[in-house]
């Protein structure tokens, strides 16, 4: 297969040669490949008129749709490098990513989803943090819709013709193999670290994707993850793209709705969560039958849980595929559609023979011939590691070069992966990975706490939530809407608020002194169960109440 020299001239031959062929549609709106080149272009024209050098970093906070993917196609063509931003971070996380990454420009919505993205701005100005150039786009992004530079109009600079543009940019854009991207992940400390890309690994990504999935250029991707993670940048910003097939996108996730676009768009290809394809199971839109066209659905982030796989299945006709890896090591292993229905169902699928998997045992021995063990890999979609984390790098990647994952795994006689239990202390909400150290060092901001421990709770439709245990300070109390207006108050993260807080006179001790988190976990499991929403809220306060 051979590569691009860049995704941006792809997007530029594909604008040339068929202009008028859908890249994305967004809750019905469509941009062409025609579009989707001159809003890149514009934006290009804004970086140009901010005078910033290639090689600078540009931080991309922006909802889920089509923006994150212009801002990428624009910093790209002007040699600059993106920070990805979930759409959620928050106020806490934004600082510290920012200051990491040494990014001056934010390019965001005007409304995020806690309020106007000028006062978040003006907050972290008051913070030190050096923004010196705010830019919203508004609405999707098109070359209609309004771009501002601190509430005024921004400016242009270079040629607004597209072919004395390229000419123009040419010397500074990247290319595959450059540095572009810098994206996010909490890992097990208590701040995100940030994960270094090229477009080459995903490019090779694809290769890999388009071997397992048997894609055509016929098939019309969903994708329904925001673009900044992983998993969303090969099946809504790579793949497709290479490809020259359209992508469907929601600004917000909605299972009804969601099915009823993969039925209007005969959608073959769609991308999700575990979580969410249950809720798209769960949400009745199944029910009476629809006229589908999807033939594959990919997921993971979490444990593919069989019996809902299965059911899917039956209802849509898709195969449902994965797979197994990271952010920082991208794809390990992956189930195909020919792969026995039980092996794809409940294993992670056989490694991919140009990952070369490893297996370790705790002190860094080579088991691989045991079966069983913390695998390794060395291939061409492994990352580039962290930026600015040394420390973090030497825990992710040997001395000789093999990039860890944080779980255990074991071979079966047939060569199938499965993933039987985790190294890293992580809770899996539905296919986001939340740092239990984050929620921990969050929860005890709160004046009130002595200590806590976050552990991860059964939940039937998100596989986890977070539960805080905590242990008082003498003579004071605390509830969960206490802490989590708290939290708010802190700036810290939706994701990392606490979903349950449970008040213990004092949390169980191990014999070396640190908290039981096993202990935790079975009284979760005691306390909880697999409780609908509603209910868990209830046990949630009964248990604040009981202080037990």
């Not at 040669?17 to 809003?39: C, H, N, S, T």
């Not at 080459?200 to 900044?228: C, I």
């Not at 202990?519 to 009964?542: C, I, K, Y």
Request: charged fraction near 25%; include cysteine; charge should be negative.
């Amino acid at each position: 297969m051979e590569f691009p020299v860049s995704l941006a001239e792809q997007v530029r031959r594909l604008a040339r040669e068929r202009p008028r062929d859908p890249a994305f549609v967004v809750d019905g709106r469509v941009l062409d490949w025609a579009g989707y080149d001159a809003a890149a272009d514009r934006l290009a024209r804004v970086f140009l008129a901010l005078g910033l050098e290639p090689g600078e970093r540009v931080a991309i906070w922006v909802p889920d749709g089509t923006p994150f993917h212009i801002a990428y196609q624009a910093a790209e063509r002007c040699g600059l490098v993106c920070l990805g931003l979930a759409p959620r971070c928050g106020e806490r996380e934004l600082a510290h990513l920012l200051s990491l990454a040494s990014a001056r420009t934010l390019i965001s919505a005007p409304e995020m989803s806690d309020g106007p993205a000028a006062a978040r701005v003006v907050r972290l100005r008051e913070r030190g943090i050096r923004i010196e150039h705010h830019l919203t786009l508004a609405g999707d992004g098109f070359v209609d819709d309004a771009i501002e530079l601190d509430g005024r109009a921004a400016p242009l600079a270079g040629p607004p013709d597209a072919q004395a543009l390229a000419s123009l940019l040419a010397p500074r854009a990247l290319t595959a193999s450059d540095v572009s991207l810098l994206n996010t992940t909490s890992g097990t400390t208590g701040l995100p670290k940030i994960v270094i890309h090229d477009q080459l690994r995903w490019f090779h990504f694809h290769r890999l994707a388009s071997d397992v999935g048997h894609f055509r250029e016929d098939d019309v991707f969903m994708s329904a993850l925001p673009a900044p993670v992983g998993f969303g940048l090969w099946t809504a910003h790579f793949t497709p793209t290479l490809l020259g097939a359209p992508t469907v996108l929601t600004r917000k996730f909605d299972a009804r709705a969601t099915i009823d676009a993969l039925e209007r768009h005969r959608v073959s290809v769609l991308s999700a969560v575990s979580t969410q394809f249950i809720m798209l199971l769960e949400s009745g839109g199944f029910d009476g039958g629809r006229d589908l066209a999807l033939r594959a659905l990919f997921t993971g982030g979490e444990a593919v849980p069989e019996r809902q796989a299965r059911n899917f299945e039956v209802r849509t006709g898709a195969s449902v595929l994965q797979f197994y890896g990271s952010n920082e090591t991208g794809a390990v292993s992956a189930t195909r559609p020919e792969d026995p229905p039980h092996k794809r169902l409940t294993t992670a699928g056989r490694p991919i023979p140009e990952m070369q998997l490893r297996l370790f045992d705790p002190d860094g021995r080579d088991v691989t011939a045991s079966g069983r063990g913390q695998p390794a890999v060395k291939g061409p979609v492994v990352s580039r590691g962290y930026l600015g984390a040394p420390e973090a790098n030497a825990q992710l990647i040997t001395a000789d070069g093999w990039v860890r994952l944080g779980d255990l795994v074991e071979l079966d006689a047939d060569g199938f992966l499965r993933v039987i239990g985790r190294t890293d202390d992580i809770i899996i909400r539905g296919g986001k990975n939340l740092s239990a150290a984050a929620i921990e060092e969050c929860v005890a901001l709160h004046p009130s706490v002595a200590l806590a421990a976050a552990i991860g709770m059964p939940d039937r439709i998100f596989g986890e939530r977070a539960a805080a245990y905590v242990e008082l300070r003498p003579g004071t109390s605390l509830d969960l809407d206490g802490l989590r207006a708290h939290l708010q108050g802190e700036g810290v993260a939706r994701e990392l608020w606490p979903e349950a807080l449970i008040v213990l006179p004092e949390l169980p001790r191990g014999v070396g002194g640190k908290v039981a988190k096993g202990a935790l976990r079975e009284d979760a499991r005691q306390r909880f169960g697999e409780p609908d929403d509603e209910d868990l809220v209830a046990r949630s306060r009964a248990a604040e109440r009981a202080g037990d």
